[in-house]
């Protein structure tokens, strides 16, 4: 008995021993593995391939999960017009956990999937934080599509009063993407708002405005195409009064 009883306690410590270098090997390993992946990231951003970047952080994700590493994976899909991918990483609702990066990747992504509505949701927290000229334009745009003119002229309001000469805002609608004046980019918001008040009237006014926007920025085709759209609709409404 005495015996039986020392081996069982034998067995139980070497099993211990055993247990515990297994856990020392395992913790090893992975901490060999993530420093490999560490390596292989900053490698892949001096050449350049972002998706070898790509690769090493979801490695490292896996690894050793850590919510800065989520939200710069979740921001490199973005940068890469992956917004599926991006979102699914970090979710699409509004936590109060979020980072600023992780905001920013919901509000973009959810735009460019032609989500408004959740859009504005997570711009009105980046927003809220710091207000920019750049956040108040996109806030704008978003809530003349969801048909909130009263908001999205608030930020027009601001956007008008604190935009500066400097600043430049990028177009992509035609094959080679150029810039005008923020300020020129806001007037056209301005005149698209002001014609969604009343389609049936504000043909003038927004005309108006629109002619301003192409003084500060004559290669503007935005508001080309939206001034020969306005003008176009009144003279439909024009030709249709004439014949009733």
């Given at each position: 008995?005495?015996?039986?009883?020392?081996?069982?306690?034998?067995?139980k410590?070497?099993?211990?021993?055993?247990?515990?270098?297994?856990?020392?090997?395992?913790?090893?390993?992975?901490?060999?593995?993530?420093?490999?992946?560490?390596?292989?990231?900053?490698?892949?951003?001096?050449?350049?391939?972002?998706?070898?970047?790509?690769?090493?952080?979801?490695?490292?994700?896996?690894?050793e999960?850590?919510?800065?590493?989520?939200?710069?994976?979740?921001?490199?899909?973005?940068?890469?017009?992956?917004?599926?991918?991006?979102?699914?990483?970090?979710?699409?609702?509004?936590?109060?956990?979020?980072?600023?990066?992780?905001?920013?990747?919901?509000?973009?992504?959810?735009?460019?999937?032609?989500?408004?509505?959740?859009?504005?949701?997570?711009?009105?927290?980046?927003?809220?934080?710091?207000?920019?000229?750049?956040?108040?334009?996109?806030?704008?745009?978003?809530k003349?599509?969801?048909?909130?003119?009263?908001?999205a002229?608030?930020?027009?309001?601001?956007?008008?009063?604190?935009?500066?000469?400097?600043?430049?805002?990028?177009?992509?609608?035609?094959?080679?993407?150029?810039?005008?004046?923020?300020?020129?980019?806001?007037?056209?918001?301005?005149a698209?708002?002001?014609?969604?008040?009343?389609?049936?009237?504000?043909?003038e006014?927004?005309?108006?405005?629109?002619?301003?926007?192409?003084?500060?920025?004559?290669n503007?085709n935005?508001?080309?195409?939206a001034?020969?759209?306005?003008?176009?609709?009144?003279?439909?409404?024009?030709?249709?009064?004439?014949?009733?």
């Amino acid at each position: 008995m005495i015996k039986n009883f020392i081996t069982m306690k034998q067995l139980k410590y070497t099993f211990l021993l055993v247990l515990c270098f297994s856990i020392h090997i395992q913790a090893q390993n992975q901490s060999a593995l993530v420093a490999h992946y560490k390596a292989f990231y900053a490698q892949m951003q001096q050449q350049g391939d972002i998706q070898g970047v790509i690769n090493a952080m979801t490695h490292l994700v896996l690894l050793e999960p850590k919510v800065q590493r989520k939200d710069t994976l979740a921001a490199l899909y973005m940068n890469e017009g992956k917004y599926v991918q991006a979102l699914n990483i970090i979710g699409i609702e509004q936590l109060d956990s979020d980072t600023n990066l992780a905001t920013e990747v919901k509000a973009v992504s959810l735009k460019s999937l032609n989500e408004p509505k959740r859009a504005i949701e997570h711009y009105e927290v980046l927003y809220k934080k710091k207000r920019s000229v750049s956040l108040a334009y996109e806030l704008a745009d978003l809530k003349i599509q969801t048909g909130d003119i009263t908001g999205a002229s608030l930020h027009i309001t601001y956007g008008i009063a604190n935009a500066t000469t400097d600043m430049m805002k990028p177009y992509y609608e035609t094959q080679t993407p150029y810039q005008v004046p923020v300020l020129a980019g806001f007037m056209y918001l301005k005149a698209i708002a002001k014609f969604r008040e009343n389609p049936e009237t504000n043909h003038e006014a927004s005309i108006l405005i629109l002619n301003e926007a192409l003084e500060l920025a004559p290669n503007f085709n935005m508001a080309n195409l939206a001034l020969n759209a306005i003008r176009a609709q009144k003279e439909g409404q024009n030709k249709a009064q004439k014949t009733e």
